[in-house]
């Protein structure tokens, strides 16, 4: 099956830019939609003066982050070399997954390539792997890019 819609996943580490460049590249080479997508935990409230952080102090800093990640996400796109659409959905819980498998599903995604970090043994057991839970709960297919090692 031809792959129309690509979504590339991006945390903004260097193990993401490599999946964002493969996915450039198929993209391209398939002449596929090419959307980058990152999921961010929610915004933290701000140190107030006060106990708690008022109503506008809450908007002001959900809005700046949000400024910040769509920044980030604009240089991703501008260093990916190929049109893509950048997308930002939010985290509901402490993982990204929900947030991409939502996205994937919503959207009527054909593949998700996301990287994948190679931890192992114990801190793969403590952390998890949300390139894991995407490729076990993905509804389409889904591209693993693993970092290549050091030159």
């Known amino acids: 099956m031809p792959h129309k819609r690509i979504v590339c996943t991006t945390d903004f580490s260097e193990a ?11 993209a391209a080479a398939l002449g596929a939609e090419l959307i980058l997508l990152h999921v961010s935990a929610p915004t933290p ?30 240089q991703v796109r501008d260093r990916c070399g190929v049109p893509a659409e950048v997308r930002l959905a939010e985290a509901h819980d402490a993982s990204p997954v929900e947030g991409i498998l939502g996205f994937v599903e919503s ?5 998700v390539v996301i990287a994948t970090a190679g931890r192992s043994g114990l801190q793969r057991w403590l952390i998890g792997s949300v390139t894991e839970r995407v490729v076990r709960h993905a509804k389409c297919a889904v591209l693993t890019v693993k970092v290549p090692p050091p030159a």
């Open 45 to 74: 409230p701000p140190v107030s003066g006060g106990l708690f952080p008022t109503e506008a102090e809450l908007t002001r800093a959900a809005e700046s982050a949000r400024e910040k990640v769509q920044h980030e996400l604009s």
């Open 107 to 111: 959207e009527g995604v054909d593949l």
């Open 16 to 26: 993401s830019d490599h999946a964002v460049r493969e996915g450039a590249e198929l």
